[in-house]
């Protein structure tokens, strides 16, 4: 059973479309997280969710908006796609936020690129 | 900036040889993990070691923090070519906004000859 997935793997498409990538995950985690990872493999994270409240949101442009319908849920939207978006983006879960250190799940990546 | 950077950059040895990575940072932090990612895949969490350890083993993979140094290393033994991965490091500082959020550094690609 795939604990975090994503999809879709691949996303082509052009400058000034809009996009959506979905996760979900059945892991039973009350926090999901949204990462994008460079071409030099640099990985940062874009927004937290815990309990479908957003709790980050790291000066990430407002043409990214995450909806997390339910606990399960995560999914990113991408507004006017530039070529400056292309990346991998990473869904995660872990059981909670908090200092306490949880290790986190995460999703095979979406390949999204801009052309 | 980033708050982990990991050192080597890169690394290449032959299987049966022991890798070592390491890992410095810059704030004070709640624990650190460290994460491989085999290529094209998602990342994979291997060790949390938290400030107030200084050493932590999970078979092949050992962990050393020092937070006087501010930086961490992971030693994995007896290399094999499936070893062949990213390896990151990942801070949990004790300023964030809101808490668990996770800081990577910039990987050290190591790979594995058979």
């Known amino acids: 059973d795939t604990a975090v997935s994503q999809t879709p793997k691949y996303l082509v498409t052009q400058m000034g479309n809009d996009k959506s990538i979905k996760c979900e995950q059945n892991?039973?985690?009350?926090?999901m997280y949204w990462y994008k990872q460079d071409s030099k493999k640099f990985l940062k994270i874009m927004f937290s969710?815990?309990?479908?409240?957003?709790?980050i949101n790291e000066t990430v442009p407002n043409r990214f908006s995450p909806k997390s319908p339910d606990k399960a849920h995560l999914n990113l939207h991408i507004n006017s796609l530039e070529l400056g978006d292309s990346a991998v983006y990473f869904c995660?879960?872990?059981?909670?936020?908090?200092?306490?250190?949880?290790?986190?799940?995460f999703g095979p990546g979406t390949r999204l690129t801009v052309t | 900036s980033q708050q982990g950077e990991e050192d080597p950059q890169a690394l290449s040895i032959q299987e049966g040889e022991n890798a070592t990575m390491n890992c410095s940072y810059k704030t004070s932090i709640n624990n650190l993990q460290w994460y491989r990612q085999n290529s094209g895949r998602g990342l994979v969490h291997l060790i949390l070691i938290r400030s107030n350890e200084r050493e932590k083993h999970s078979g092949r993979l050992r962990v050393t923090l020092d937070t006087s140094k501010k930086s961490s290393s992971l030693l994995i033994t007896a290399s094999r070519a499936a070893d062949t991965a990213s390896y990151f490091c990942?801070?949990?500082?004790?300023?964030?906004?809101?808490?668990?959020?996770?800081?990577f550094g910039g990987g050290t690609r190591l790979m594995v000859k058979p």
């Open positions: 969710y815990n309990n479908k409240e957003l709790i």
């Open positions: 990942a801070t949990d500082g004790l300023n964030n906004n809101a808490g668990n959020m996770l800081t």
């Open positions: 892991l039973g985690h009350d926090t």
């Open positions: 995660a879960s872990s059981r909670l936020p908090g200092g306490a250190g949880y290790e986190q799940y």
